[in-house]
């Protein structure tokens, strides 16, 4: 089978995200009246080139995942653009975005909630192509029994329901139907997560053999830095909606600028146990809430650089090959240890 290798030169994106904002209001009274906003992503900008993984990685409530949904326009953005191939996606109809979907697909976290129990396999991979009538229920019937066997699973499990498969099989399955329309572009929400870890080995595995084989492009979500440090090619850093810091993924966990990167890698576990006994950087206080961020950097309450610009002043990611969001980085090649020692 051959998917469609994303076309156009490789210095030009694929996908261009530009001030993006999604805010949820917050309703309170007999009347519903909004007294407030979350602001769960705030003003976020990355490019994604044909045919690389771009990564984004935060704790858990740092915008990431809804920067993803509204990629694909599962939230409808509040402000800002998200350019596709030339199209801004958050002006399109719903009937221009349904014809956008067999270019853009997404996988997502829990692979048994995203999939109908009450449907077999073979009519839940066939759904697609009879939906954008790209082939009758024959033809699609068997499309699906050769990307079955792509990502890994025999034929047999056509005829099998959801709950008759492990979680590994049933994310497997979530690929597959995202391979279905053969698009550029997926959005993997923290595909691997919900898995084992020897399971989550085999799914980052056969994301990049297919990314190899049909020339895909990731933007690959995720809380766990192990997974971004072995599938990327670059890497977003998010904290509080807001992007603290892009760089190839070599370089960020390398020599990360960001006080906040760095410390997402003091917490990763080191795998030299003869490593394990380093002072680690102790982090004070709690994420603030999204409803009322703190002013200046977002991060200030926590960084233990903080100055009194950094209470008052957005700090404004910078430009260059590694752009970040800081008005006291981190030294440029200074070893991500060494700085936190």
């Not at 961020?293 to 260059?320: D, M, N, W």
């Amino acid at each position: 089978m051959t998917l469609t290798k994303p076309p156009g030169p490789a210095d030009q994106p694929l996908l261009r995200v530009s001030n993006l904002k999604r805010y949820y209001p917050i309703r309170k009274g007999v009347l519903a009246r909004t007294v407030g906003q979350v602001r769960a992503v705030d003003d976020v900008s990355f490019d994604v080139y044909p045919g690389e993984t771009l990564g984004i990685v935060g704790e858990s409530g740092c915008g990431k995942s809804t920067t993803g949904r509204a990629v694909v326009r599962l939230e409808t953005p509040t402000a800002g653009s998200v350019i596709f191939e030339g199209t801004d996606i958050a002006s399109l109809s719903k009937g221009g975005m349904r014809r956008l979907r067999t270019d853009l697909q997404m996988v997502f976290q829990d692979p048994y909630s995203s999939l109908n129990p009450q449907i077999r396999i073979g009519d839940l991979l066939a759904e697609p192509l009879i939906a954008h009538r790209r082939l009758d229920r024959a033809g699609a019937r068997a499309r699906a029994a050769e990307i079955l066997q792509v990502v890994g699973l025999p034929t047999v499990y056509l005829n099998r329901y959801p709950h008759e498969l492990s979680g590994g099989q049933r994310q497997r399955v979530g690929i597959a139907r995202a391979l279905m329309l053969e698009p550029k572009l997926i959005v993997c929400d923290e595909p691997v997560s919900a898995l084992d870890v020897s399971i989550q080995a085999q799914v980052l595995n056969l994301l990049k053999d297919l990314q190899g084989e049909f020339g895909l492009t990731y933007l690959f979500i995720s809380h766990g830095l192990g997974a971004i440090k072995y599938i990327s090619d670059r890497v977003v850093v998010m904290y509080l909606g807001k992007v603290m810091e892009i760089a190839d993924t070599a370089e960020i966990f390398a020599r990360p600028r960001h006080p906040y990167t760095q410390i997402l890698l003091d917490a990763y576990p080191e795998p030299d146990p003869r490593l394990r006994d380093r002072q680690r950087i102790i982090v004070e206080g709690d994420v603030p809430s999204p409803a009322k961020p703190p002013p200046g950097c977002v991060f200030h309450t926590r960084c233990r650089y903080a100055q009194e610009i950094c209470k008052t002043e957005v700090p404004q990611l910078s430009t260059g090959g590694h752009p970040v969001a800081c008005h006291f980085p981190l030294a440029a090649g200074t070893p991500a240890v060494a700085a936190a020692s």
